[in-house]
């Protein structure tokens, strides 16, 4: 590969996969855990709402009585709903991935939130991160534990149907509380403020008036097929965080203002994106060729609004989800030769784990594609690539370590000769 050239940018045609899960295996194990303070995890008893005392007779009875069918709140051990107690911000994302019901996205992206790690609802937050519901009060914090505010409450419903920042135009809050009013989410608050705290029974009242539109809207969007993006930055064209994948190349580039940067060509998620830097020379080859050729790591993007600012291996970058299954009892990351394979677990020589599973269908594959004895690229493949005698590189990046990897890099026990005079194995 060569720094400075212009990219060809449509150079490989290559297997698309259309999903990839969001560090989680199970949607129902995120919410296991939540604890008795999370608004939709202490389950009342048999009876539904109506077993809730504080709410018999009140308006808040049918809608919680909605959202509990739908499995989006529920009530209290001691058969209370306490419906004039503040709601949180990882409690209001907690309700709105419920809503929505959806385990799995299009993109691995780490919000890099520093004060989420641990926290009950940290791989909610992630989801909601990553269905591009929920933002940072600034871009390191979250701030789970702060009262969500009505507009932030309606914000967030309304991004979960769809509604964006550009598609709303106007400035917030007043973008959304109009297009809040003219829904009727807000159309059974009796007294409230846009940034006063919000209740959990007017949080009731207002998810009530469109669950079931929002679940409509990401059942629809699961089961429509997804055309090809343009090449360029896509999804990540505004993020801000660190993106977790596999840099191919970077090439110099004019920006959109005529000055000269840099252009990193970036796997992720079966996606391969053109992401440009601040300046000329924040990224070079040497950043994911060490020794100028590939080693086969995850690397971390360290993004702004879009734009790179820099490239780290992701075992550098203490991300709090991130475990490799394939590194020895040193913790030193290497390819393992698949000396079994079934059942969705993979037996490996030479690391620590001797033996791992992987999610079908969820866990994310990418293969090296070899010219010769020269590793040229990686390319994404499905799960069912994987074969004994391949050499495998395996990561668990959920935070509640389970030891099931949800990406793998590869290399085909056919190029197994190539990869060993290239000096990957």
């Not at 009585?65 to 209370?80: E, F, R």
């Not at 807000?186 to 403020?193: G, K, P, Q, V």
């Not at 050729?293 to 291996?313: C, F």
Request: glycine share 8%.
């Amino acid at each position: 590969m060569v720094a400075c050239r212009l990219l060809s940018r449509n150079r490989k045609d290559w297997e698309k996969m259309k999903k990839i899960t969001i560090l989680l295996l199970v949607l129902a194990m995120v919410f296991a855990g939540l604890g008795a303070g999370a608004p939709a995890a202490a389950a009342a008893e048999a009876g539904g709402a109506t077993a809730l005392t504080d709410i018999q007779g009140t308006k808040y009875e049918a809608a919680v009585a909605g959202l509990m069918d739908m499995d989006i709140i529920s009530g209290y051990s001691d058969h209370t709903f306490r419906p004039d107690q503040p709601v949180t911000r990882a409690e209001m994302g907690s309700i709105v991935v419920r809503t929505i019901n959806r385990a799995e996205f299009d993109e691995l992206r780490d919000p890099a939130f520093t004060d989420t790690e641990n926290h009950w609802a940290e791989n909610v937050i992630v989801m909601a991160f990553n269905a591009e519901i929920i933002k940072g009060i600034t871009a390191e914090r979250f701030g789970p534990t702060l009262p969500v505010t009505y507009a932030q409450a309606a914000t967030m419903l309304l991004r979960a149907l769809g509604h964006t920042d550009e598609s709303l135009g106007g400035t917030w809050p007043d973008n959304y509380l109009a297009k809040a009013e003219e829904l009727g989410l807000t159309a059974s608050l009796d007294t409230w403020a846009s940034d006063a705290p919000a209740t959990r029974g007017d949080v009731a009242l207002m998810t009530v008036v469109k669950a079931e539109a929002i679940r409509d809207h990401w059942t629809e969007e699961d089961e429509t097929a997804e055309p090809d993006p343009e090449p360029g930055a896509g999804a990540l064209a505004d993020f801000s965080g660190r993106a977790i994948g596999l840099p191919l190349d970077v090439a110099s580039v004019l920006n959109a203002d005529g000055d000269a940067v840099d252009e990193v060509e970036f796997l992720m998620g079966g996606e391969t994106y053109h992401l440009e830097s601040g300046d000329l020379g924040d990224v070079t080859p040497a950043d994911f060729m060490p020794a100028g050729k590939y080693d086969g790591a995850l690397y971390a993007l360290r993004m702004n609004n879009g734009i790179v600012r820099d490239v780290q291996v992701a075992s550098t970058t203490n991300l709090n989800r991130y475990v490799e299954l394939t590194a020895d009892g040193a913790g030193t990351g290497a390819f393992r030769v698949i000396t079994d394979n079934s059942n969705q677990r993979l037996t490996v020589i030479g690391a620590a784990l001797t033996d791992f599973a992987f999610a079908k269908d969820m866990v994310k594959c990418y293969e090296a594609v070899f010219e010769g004895n020269m590793l040229d690229t990686f390319q994404s493949v499905s799960e069912s690539a994987v074969e004994t005698g391949d050499y495998v590189r395996a990561w668990d990046l959920d935070s509640d370590y389970a030891g099931v990897a949800v990406v793998m890099v590869l290399i085909d026990k056919d190029d197994v000769a190539a990869a060993t005079a290239y000096g990957i194995i």
